[in-house]
T-cell receptor, first 114, second 112 residues
Framework: DADVTQTPRNRITKTGKRIMLECSQTKGHDRMYWYRQDPGLGLRLIYYSFDVKDINKGEISDGYSVSRQAQAKFSLSLESAIPNQTALYFC?????????????FGEGSWLTVV | GQQLNQSPQSMFIQEGEDVSMNCTSSSIFNTWLWYKQDPGEGPVLLIALYKAGELTSNGRLTAQFGITRKDSFLNISASIPSDVGIYFCAGQLAGANSKLTFGKGITLSVRP
């Protein structure tokens, strides 16, 4: 089983709909992240959280919100999806105390907004 | 914010060839990481570098932390078809709460 699990793995949604991507981890890491991947643009940070009470905006947070429900769970929401949010989304974790600066990624969630 | 430059966007090589990729920045980084993303998967760490001048190998892969701390190199020797994928460099500034900055990635294709 994957240490960082994302659901759903694939989703097609309509413009204006609310969509939530969920992430859970069994690594026991405090830090969690949401990234977006677009062809030619690499990985861009949307939001990150260093612990349950901590939420921080990344490079491209507009149009997104997050919730850190527990140490192991970090969800990403698109309140009103738009087509340019079509992308591959990755959840990731890290813990400087145990694994230095290494970030561990989930398997990704493909989101298509039509 | 900080930017990492990886180019070209795509590379095409013949099986058995060696290939070298580099990553440059205008900022000084304390840590350099190299990740590989297989098709349909999330990126996976290949090599982590923590000291200027450090040279580290992982099988056929070798990476170096540049002396200036503004660049890093990844070499793949004797390429095989499963080397296909996207290779990302990532750098981190000093500070426990500093986040990783990723390059845009290089897509490697290996012709049999």
């Amino acid at each position: 089983d994957a240490d960082v699990t994302q659901t759903p793995r694939n989703r097609i949604t309509k413009t204006g709909k609310r969509i939530m991507l969920e992430c859970s981890q069994t690594k026991g890491h405090d830090r969690m992240y949401w990234y977006r991947q677009d062809p030619g643009l690499g990985l861009r940070l949307i939001y990150y959280s260093f612990d349950v009470k901590d939420i921080n905006k990344g490079e491209i947070s507009d149009g997104y919100s997050v919730s850190r429900q527990a140490q192991a769970k970090f969800s990403l929401s698109l309140e009103s999806a738009i087509p340019n949010q079509t992308a591959l989304y990755f959840c990731a974790t890290s813990d400087p105390r145990t694994s230095g600066n290494t970030i561990y990624f989930g398997e990704g969630s493909w989101l298509t907004v039509v | 914010g900080q930017q990492l430059n990886q180019s070209p966007q795509s590379m095409f090589i013949q099986e058995g060839e060696d290939v070298s990729m580099n990553c440059t920045s205008s900022s000084i980084f304390n840590t350099w990481l190299w990740y590989k993303q297989d098709p349909g998967e999330g990126p996976v760490l290949l090599i982590a570098l923590y000291k200027a001048g450090e040279l580290t190998s992982n099988g056929r892969l070798t990476a170096q932390f540049g002396i200036t701390r503004k660049d890093s190199f990844l070499n793949i020797s004797a390429s095989i078809p499963s080397d296909v994928g996207i290779y990302f460099c990532a750098g981190q500034l000093a500070g426990a709460n500093s986040k990783l900055t990723f390059g845009k990635g290089i897509t490697l294709s290996v012709r049999p």
